[in-house]
Every structure is written in structure tokens, then in C-alpha cells.
């Protein structure tokens, strides 16, 4: 199976931060990996999808970026409704789909 | 507008078994690819298992947690998606959250229900 593993596994930053959050596949995958945000007490929120291509609804502020091995999400300017867990996935080989472990982003 | 609403969840004894049924609404179930994913206490994200539409053949893969004691059905005239959990552990203990998969070759999981807690404990 394909492993995923995010980092950091949790980050303070301030309103109006850039944050870059890394996930990294224990193979290439080349762009099948995906992004979500769950916020405590509810489902996960697909982001961005093929690595780099924002979900309908998604602020712009959202990006994500890579291939193979390494993929970046990054929120250009923090807002306080961003403070979740990010999750990356991966679908290049399934089953099983796999995910990162998370990145809990906390307010400094 | 797409809905998922999961239900069935509930306190079971280890070795018990439960049904959870997902009622899907606004789209196409016939034609979705459907998926479940679990998350456990204060943990991550696990794919549990998926079932393809039926002109894919309507097959079903699972995680290797879960295989042999999880099976998931569909009944496409009710727009239901079921999970059948069966020997259940106490670390299968989690909300399930059932989930479309699309995007071709490069699936994702674009639609979430609220999910359903399931606790195995004596």
C-alpha cells in the first residue's frame, strides 16, 4: 500500500498567514492526490482534487501544487474560518485509497 | 443539491453486528461509484471500502481492516448505500462516513454525509 505522510502534524499561525502544509507518498502517484478540511465535528470538505485543481466553492486563497512524491497545499492568507485538519489522499493505487495522517492548523 | 444521510449508528457488543444505511439524494445514485470511510476517536481518516455502479460490474473492494466481517450493498431503487459490519472489535469503533467517489481515473471524494457513530464496547 501507498503511505502518506504530512508535515507538520500541527501548526500555529496568526489571521492573514501563509501556511504550506507538505504531504509526501511513499511512491509516485503522479497527480492523484486530494485535499480536505474537516473541521471538529463534521465531515470532511473536499479542497482541491488531481493535486492542483480548486473544488467548485473553494476560496482561491486554496492551492495546491506537485507530482510524484511531494505535494504542497497552500492558503495564501489565513482566514479564521481555516483553522481545521488538512488531510492529503491518494488515489493512484487502489484499493485501498489512502490518507495522510493530518495537519492540525490552530490559531497562534 | 446533493445529500447524504447516514443512519443505523449505535452501541453494539464486541462481536455484534450492525447495519448502517446511507440515503443519497440530488444526483444520480445509479451512476455514482459509492465509498465508506471511518474515523476513529480523535484519529485519522480510513477508507473502509467501496462499491462500483453496476454497468462497472457493481463490484466491492475493502480495506484489509475490515475484509471478510464488512460488506457493502446498494440498492439502487431505494438510493441506499449499505454497510453490513459483522465480528465487530472494539477498534472498529468510529463515525462512518459514506461518500461518492468520482473523477474518472483520478477519483476523489467529492460529497460527504454527516456521518454515523458506531461504538463497540461491553
Known amino acids: 500500500d501507498i503511505q502518506m505522510t504530512q508535515s507538520p502534524s500541527s501548526l500555529s499561525a496568526s489571521v492573514g498567514d501563509r501556511v504550506t502544509i507538505t504531504c509526501r507518498a511513499s511512491?509516485?502517484?503522479?497527480?492523484?492526490l486530494n485535499w480536505y478540511q474537516q473541521k471538529p465535528g463534521k465531515a470532511p470538505k473536499l479542497l482541491i482534487y488531481?493535486?492542483?485543481s480548486l473544488q467548485s466553492g473553494v476560496p482561491s486563497r486554496f492551492s495546491g501544487s506537485g507530482s510524484g512524491t511531494d505535494f504542497t497545499l497552500t492558503i495564501s492568507s489565513l482566514q479564521p474560518e481555516d483553522f481545521a485538519t488538512y488531510y492529503c489522499?491518494?488515489?493512484?493505487?487502489?484499493?485501498?485509497?489512502?490518507f495522510g495522517q493530518g495537519t492540525k492548523l490552530e490559531i497562534k | 443539491e446533493v445529500q447524504l444521510v447516514e443512519s443505523g449508528g449505535g452501541l453494539v457488543k464486541p462481536g455484534g453486528s450492525l447495519r448502517l444505511s446511507c440515503a443519497a439524494s440530488?444526483?444520480?445514485?445509479?451512476?455514482?461509484?459509492m465509498s465508506w470511510v471511518r474515523q476513529a476517536p480523535g484519529k485519522g481518516l480510513e477508507w473502509a471500502g467501496r462499491?462500483?455502479?453496476?454497468?462497472?460490474?457493481?463490484?466491492?473492494d475493502y480495506a484489509a481492516p475490515v475484509k471478510g466481517r464488512f460488506t457493502i450493498s446498494r440498492d439502487d431503487s431505494k438510493n441506499t448505500l449499505y454497510l453490513e459490519m459483522n465480528s465487530l472489535k472494539t477498534e472498529d469503533t468510529a463515525v462512518y462516513y459514506c461518500?461518492?467517489?468520482?473523477?474518472?481515473?483520478?477519483?476523489?471524494?467529492?460529497?460527504w454525509g454527516q456521518g454515523a457513530l458506531v461504538t463497540v464496547s461491553s
Open positions: 511512491q509516485g502517484i503522479s497527480s492523484y
Open positions: 462499491i462500483k455502479r453496476k454497468i462497472d460490474g457493481g463490484t466491492t
Open positions: 489522499q491518494q488515489s493512484y493505487s487502489t484499493p485501498p485509497y489512502t
Open positions: 440530488g444526483f444520480t445514485f445509479s451512476n455514482a461509484w
Open positions: 488531481t493535486a492542483s
Open positions: 461518500t461518492t467517489i468520482v473523477g474518472g481515473s483520478y477519483h476523489h471524494f467529492d460529497n
